[in-house]
């Protein structure tokens, strides 16, 4: 990923994430997003998007979060990000790497020379799909990740690759 911002939140007290985005459409790439207690960045609204492109250097970079990329609204989308390290390239441990709360969502990517593909390591979960009694994740479509693995095919340990929980009601 090329990164071009970094935003890390390491010295924020309480569980604080770090952007929040609302709006339909929205678009973040070439970031790094690191240290927040809560998710490093939550997209709600309808159609957001999270990286693209690695070889064109969309990808974003996430750290030291609580969650890293929240796809909370329908159909959003995260490919071509690095989940798992700082700006730096060292380890950064996430709980979960990518939540899908929202229906229709797209992970990874269909190129089958991995440009749109998530590489998650260092995680307890690389992809949740639903929160245990939240809303319906139904649609999602999950595609050419790398899981395991640092952005140099090193190891990098992840505990569940992919967690489904069942929806309330």
């Not at 911002?5 to 790094?32: E, K, Y």
């Not at 899908?100 to 593909?117: K, L, N, R």
């Not at 998650?120 to 949740?128: D, L, R, S, V, Y």
């Given at each position: ?10 010295n924020l007290s309480g ?51 609580g969650v890293a990329i ?35 969502a797209t992970v990874g ?61």
């Amino acid at each position: 990923a090329g990164v071009r911002l970094v935003s890390d939140g390491q010295n924020l007290s309480g569980s604080v994430n770090g952007l929040v985005l609302t709006g339909a459409h929205a678009a973040v790439r070439g970031l790094a997003i690191s240290g927040f207690s809560g998710s490093c960045l939550v997209l709600s609204g309808d159609g957001s998007s999270a990286g693209g492109d690695s070889t064109a250097r969309q990808g974003n970079r996430f750290g030291s979060c609580g969650v890293a990329i929240g796809l909370l609204g329908p159909a959003g989308s995260a490919t071509g990000n690095i989940i798992g390290v700082d700006a730096s390239g060292q380890a950064a441990p996430v709980g979960t790497g990518i939540l899908i709360a929202g229906q229709g969502a797209t992970v990874g990517g269909e190129s089958a020379d991995g440009h749109f593909a998530n590489r998650i390591g260092n995680a307890t979960t690389a992809i949740e799909v639903g929160q245990p009694g939240g809303a319906n994740a139904s649609g999602a479509v999950i595609t050419r990740n790398i899981i395991g693995r640092d952005p140099q095919a090193n190891p990098a340990p992840v505990t569940f690759g992919v967690l489904i929980q069942p929806p309330s009601g």
